[in-house]
């Protein structure tokens, strides 16, 4: 195994520990985003800052305005000294088509995910800007 497999998988790792930090019911999602062999942000999916920590509604659908690992990663480096540009997102599910739009505007070269989403135009739209993919399933779930 080369090394930048070897740091991918080491990435794809911690981001499904950080998973874990997700109140979400239904899936958690976590997110690292890596620049220069350095963690520059992290997020999972949830509820805005300030919010209940309840994702899903009664019906078990979740909230509209639930936040996807990748926006809450996305907007956490952004209010920091750090730059996304040329950066990697690690993430435990394949994009959706908006966080597809917000990664490919902030400038992140390549994305490693590990799970398939059940729509792949988000995967298709970074595929379209000329990001790198990497499909990295889960070992263990196998």
């Known amino acids: 195994m080369d090394k930048k497999t070897k740091y991918d998988h080491l990435y794809m ?17 976590g997110a690292l ?17 300030g ?8 019906n078990n659908a979740s909230k ?4 996807h690992a990748e926006a809450n990663a996305l907007t956490k480096v952004a209010r920091s000294n750090n730059s996304s540009d040329g950066a990697t997102l690690y993430v435990t599910a394949s994009p959706c088509i908006e ?4 990664i490919i505007q ?28 990497v499909y990295m399933p889960d070992e263990e779930k196998k």
């Open 13 to 29: 790792r911690m981001a499904r520990v950080w998973a874990e930090n997700s109140y979400c019911v239904r899936r958690q999602v």
């Open 33 to 49: 985003l890596v620049k220069n062999q350095m963690i520059i942000s992290d997020g999972f999916n949830g509820t805005p800052s």
């Open 51 to 58: 919010f209940e920590n309840v994702c899903e509604d009664e």
């Open 64 to 67: 509209p305005y639930v936040l």
């Open 99 to 102: 966080c597809a739009k917000l």
């Open 106 to 133: 902030s400038g992140i070269k390549r994305v490693v995910y590990g799970e398939m989403y059940r729509l792949t135009d988000g995967l298709d739209l970074l595929s379209r800007a000329g990001i790198e993919l």
